[in-house]
């Protein structure tokens, strides 16, 4: 397959030209020459592009993205990272789920003041802490 510009891969992937040299600086992808003052890449880099994406969109930052790839280029994912970066995400959609729910129970309280709400001050007590969305620690029988 032929290279393509650097217009051209910023209209398939989605990515901005400008972003597309970002990325260039920060070593994740390269150019291999130029048509004028066009940057030319490897059709490969589209591949690259939807994995830094995919990565973008885990919530790694590009210096893990960075990390994700060997010197050839080639993905080399750490299995370990990804099992950490998904246990985090685990405890992010716990406390956003926590803080969801508290929303929802606070737009329908029937109590007269939500300071007279029992859940709701719970709710506080529980942010107040630091802990929302935390597991709940189970006692032992």
């Known amino acids: 397959?032929?290279?393509?510009?650097?217009?051209?891969?910023?209209?398939?992937?989605?990515?901005?030209?400008?972003?597309?040299?970002?990325?260039?600086?920060?070593?994740?992808?390269?150019?291999?020459?130029?048509?004028?003052?066009?940057?030319?890449?490897?059709?490969?880099?589209?591949?690259?592009?939807?994995?830094?994406a995919l990565g973008r969109a885990s919530g790694f930052a590009l210096d893990e993205i960075a990390k994700m790839f060997a010197p050839d280029g080639r993905p080399r994912i750490d299995r370990k990272l990804l099992a950490a970066k998904a246990d985090e995400l685990d405890r992010t959609i716990r406390r956003l789920n926590a803080m969801r729910d508290g929303l929802r129970h606070a737009a329908v309280c029937p109590a007269p003041s939500h300071m007279e709400c029992p859940t709701f001050r719970r709710l506080l007590r529980v942010a107040a802490a630091g802990k929302i969305g935390e597991k709940k620690s189970r006692k032992k029988s």
Do not use: C, N, Q, W
């Open 1 to 52: 397959m032929r290279d393509i510009d650097i217009a051209e891969v910023a209209h398939l992937s989605g990515v901005r030209a400008s972003t597309l040299r970002f990325y260039e600086e920060k070593g994740l992808i390269a150019s291999h020459g130029r048509r004028g003052l066009r940057r030319l890449f490897d059709p490969g880099v589209l591949d690259r592009l939807a994995l830094i």
